[in-house]
């Protein structure tokens, strides 16, 4: 069974940062996609950012400019860089990747935005 484990969330001051990790406990290099999604109370999850096999990223349009994907498949992690972060990016943030036609999620680590 494939694990993904996030870290790095936490309380923040708006306009603070974090940098979150997701693990996985295979090789991503096959990966074909990892992503972070979030899920804030009473909302659906949402896709924060994706990045591809070949490096492409895509974001949603609330984070373009602030957030940024990386991944460093040496480690098998995957990054979410967030910058200058906003009480409305409060939420759990969950790590996402897809080997072939299987998806797998981490449990998820809570961002909280103070104001």
């Known amino acids: 069974q494939v694990q993904l484990v996030e870290s790095g969330g936490g309380l923040v001051q708006a306009g603070g940062s974090l940098r979150l990790s997701c693990a996985a406990s295979i090789s991503i290099f096959r990966a074909v996609a990892m992503g972070w999604y979030r899920q804030a109370p009473g909302k659906e999850r949402e896709l924060v950012a994706q990045?591809?096999?070949?490096?492409?990223?895509n974001y949603a349009d609330s984070v373009k400019g602030r957030f940024t994907i990386s991944r460093d498949n040496a480690k098998n992690t995957v990054y979410l860089q967030m910058n200058s972060l906003k009480p409305e990016d409060t939420a759990i943030y969950y790590c996402?990747?897809?080997?072939?036609?299987?998806?797998?999620w981490g449990q998820g680590t809570q961002v909280t935005v103070s104001s």
């Open positions: 996402r990747a897809s080997w072939g036609s299987t998806t797998y």
């Open positions: 990045i591809t096999s070949g490096g492409s990223t």
